[in-house]
């Protein structure tokens, strides 16, 4: 049986119509067992954490059940590294208790994937299988172009127009738009942050740079956001006067 015990006998008699070999009653035996076979349930079985950011890490959970009356153990196992946080040993669980089991999930492939956590059950080794869905989205800010590269007559101001658009979302919020590193006398006309910038539109963005010497410099154009996925955009633009 798979769970609570039964009971059976087994009879032994021989055919000797004589009393030769003594009277021919049956001698039985009776057998006793109980099974060990343990009942349990693993929730859910199938984990979808929809869209998720590329790089950018969920937080979920399962659950493992014990619904018999006897102790059992689990392990768990990931198929891949995006799976982490799930312990790495073997854990008893008492009859009649359960357990939550945290763990995260990170993006690296754009697109639809596909992950496994198997659930080791012991005695009698049994083997869950819990799917992990997931909609990789790669989220970002693109600068045109990329790098900005331009020269400037000494003296003279260089006026360049970069585009800026929204990647792989509806739309961003734009919250920091800057030259880096200060300093250097380039700077970036922007519209004041925070700022939507949604799919399909195209802001222009004017850098400007006015040399007072002969000089080549790189600065970086850096562009943060948020929305689905919190993305910074950095850009090198690398500008050099001349006589």
Request: glycine content about 8%; overall charge negative.
């Amino acid at each position: 049986p798979v769970t609570g015990s039964d009971a059976a006998d087994v009879v032994i008699a021989h055919n000797d119509m004589t009393t030769t070999r003594g009277m021919t009653r049956p001698y039985r035996i009776t057998l006793t067992g109980s099974s060990q076979y343990p009942t349990f349930t693993v929730s859910p079985m199938s984990v979808d954490l929809g869209e998720v950011c590329m790089g950018a890490r969920k937080d979920t959970s399962l659950v493992v059940r014990n619904t018999g009356n006897i102790g059992m153990t689990y392990a768990t196992t990931p198929s891949t590294s995006r799976i982490m946080g799930l312990p790495g040993n073997v854990r008893a669980l008492k009859g009649g208790a359960d357990v939550s089991i945290p763990f995260s999930w990170t993006g690296d492939t754009v697109g639809a994937v596909e992950d496994t956590v198997f659930v080791n059950i012991d005695p009698c080794d049994s083997v869950v299988v819990v799917i992990i869905k997931a909609t990789v989205i790669n989220a970002g800010i693109a600068v045109d172009p990329d790098p900005v590269v331009d020269s400037v007559a000494l003296g003279n101001t260089l006026d360049r127009m970069v585009a800026l658009s929204a990647v792989g979302v509806d739309s961003l919020v734009v919250t920091a738009v800057q030259v880096l590193p200060v300093g250097r006398g380039v700077t970036v006309d922007a519209p004041a942050t925070p700022f939507v910038l949604r799919r399909g539109e195209i802001l222009g963005l004017n850098l400007s740079w006015t040399p007072t010497v002969i000089e080549r410099i790189t600065v970086k154009l850096v562009v943060s956001a948020t929305g689905e996925c919190n993305v910074t955009h950095s850009a090198d633009v690398r500008l050099h006067s001349f006589v």
